[in-house]
């Protein structure tokens, strides 16, 4: 039996996947801790995992707008709102992550730490030597982050561009960021690095994942940029999780009959507060099209949502599982969770989104050539109808989301990166055990 720690930041998207992960390792019969907001303590004691909290500086409610948790980022656009979540939301809480990961493995040694790229106190954990922490495993729970001379920056959502242009390219952007959007979260990330070990932070903060004992990223090559110069401790393991395949078959499923296209709708179970960026304009946009609309409200009552047309349905959660087969265009607001859940299932995809990692996510659908994407959180109802008519007319677009599922059901998911931990905890115990001894 192993004990591993996992740790996130108190947010759905980055907490959901690695609960997947809690309780394949629980009933495998490893020791779990896991590690994150107070609000995800019952979600995590049901995977057979002990909740730790995060200390209250490092606990926040993500299901509150960011801008009542911080009212000084309404005011902010661009540039300038994404400098201060990067500051604010991931690089900020990095201390008292720290502290709190490394009171629990003195506490109770732990064989490996599994995290994710936001939990950004794993760049001050590596300043300690093996031999002080855990070797750390980050979940790609989002579009691989780490930097590279051939991609642009990561949430800029552009795609690559090849050769010596396309490397100029991201040279200079990678430039322009480093002045405009980073500076503040560097100057913390030095001191609170310093603070811990007194040197400098010897990497880019946010490019921390590089550095770790292992990525395992949680999706397939085939719907990430290629990186020339990508670490060699880089793995693809496929989609972990999804959440809502478990939800009953509402009164109307018999309607799901093949008769007509079916165009599932979400805006996911947190950026579904205002159903005028997605859901309405879908709605109305597809109100005269031949095809079913079928919506999840994310967990809202399906009475919050705009009259529906006559060609819509509506539930809160749906059974994916079931569901997904029946579908012929996904129309979703860019998660990445959900986004792997269907491709898994081959379905072509039409994704808006402006925020978080959306904008690297449905960039990756356009890379790939699973559907297409609209560059605004608010699409209209013209360019939605236009877009999903697109994808049900042009089959090449079903034809590579069914690539990439053969891809996806090749890959072994969590029991893939559950050997990568037991890899990465017997190298390291081997290398304790070749330390010379000291007698006193």
């Known amino acids: 039996m192993s004990s591993i ?12 996947p690695l609960l997947a992960i809690a ?8 020791r779990v801790r896991f590690l994150t907001g107070s609000r995800f303590a019952e979600a995590v004691e049901a995977t057979g995992a002990q909740h730790l909290a995060l200390p209250a500086e490092a606990d926040f409610d993500d299901r509150q707008d960011w801008n009542h948790t911080f009212p000084e980022r309404a005011a902010l656009k661009g540039t300038k709102a994404i400098a201060h979540d990067i500051e604010h939301i991931f690089v900020r809480p990095g201390l008292p992550q720290h502290d709190i990961v490394m009171a629990s493995h003195t506490a109770e040694p732990a064989d490996v730490l599994l995290t994710e790229p936001g939990f950004v106190g794993g760049a001050f954990l590596l ?15 989002c579009p ?5 001379r051939d991609t642009a920056p990561f949430g800029m959502g552009l795609l690559p561009l090849r050769g010596p242009l396309g490397r100029l390219r991201n040279a200079m952007l990678a430039a322009v960021a480093a002045k405009t959007v980073f500076p503040p979260a560097e100057r913390i990330a030095e001191h609170t690095f310093h603070r811990l070990h007194g040197r400098s932070i010897p990497f880019a903060v946010l490019d921390w994942p590089r550095h770790t ?13 290629p990186r020339s110069d990508a670490p060699a401790t880089l793995h693809f393991v496929g989609p972990i999780s999804a959440s809502g395949s478990q939800a009953p078959r509402p009164a109307w499923w018999p309607e799901l009959d093949g008769s007509r296209p079916v165009v599932h709708l979400t805006q996911g179970t947190l950026a579904n507060r205002d159903y005028g960026q997605l859901i309405a304009p879908a709605l109305d946009g597809l109100a005269d099209q031949d095809v079913l609309v079928v919506v999840a409200t994310g967990g809202r009552p399906v009475d919050t949502l705009p009259p529906l047309p006559r060609n819509a349905r509506a539930a809160e959660f749906l059974p994916y599982d079931d569901l997904l087969p029946k579908t012929d265009v996904f129309v979703t607001n860019g998660g990445y969770g959900g986004v792997q859940y269907a491709l898994r299932h081959g379905v072509p995809i039409v994704a808006a989104g402006s925020q978080e990692d959306k904008p690297e996510v449905i960039a990756r659908i356009a890379w790939a050539g699973v559907g297409r994407r609209l560059k605004t959180e608010t699409p209209t109802p013209t360019a939605i109808r236009r877009a999903v008519r697109a994808v049900l007319d042009n089959r090449r677009y079903r034809d590579a989301a069914s690539r990439i ?9 969590v029991h893939r990166l559950a050997e990568i931990i037991d890899e990465l905890i017997v190298a390291n115990r081997q290398r304790e055990d070749q330390q010379p001894r000291r007698f006193s």
Not at 5 to 16: N, R, W
């Open 405 to 413: 599922a053969q891809h996806m059901a090749a890959s072994r998911g």
């Open 5 to 16: 720690l996992i740790a996130a930041v108190p947010i759905h998207g980055h907490v959901t």
């Open 144 to 148: 691989l982050t780490i930097s590279s």
């Open 213 to 225: 004992e292992a990525i395992v990223q949680f999706t397939v090559p085939e719907f990430e940029y």
């Open 127 to 141: 300043g300690h030597p093996l031999s002080l922490r855990p070797p750390i495993v980050v979940g790609g729970i």
């Open 23 to 30: 309780r394949h390792l629980a009933e495998r019969g490893d």
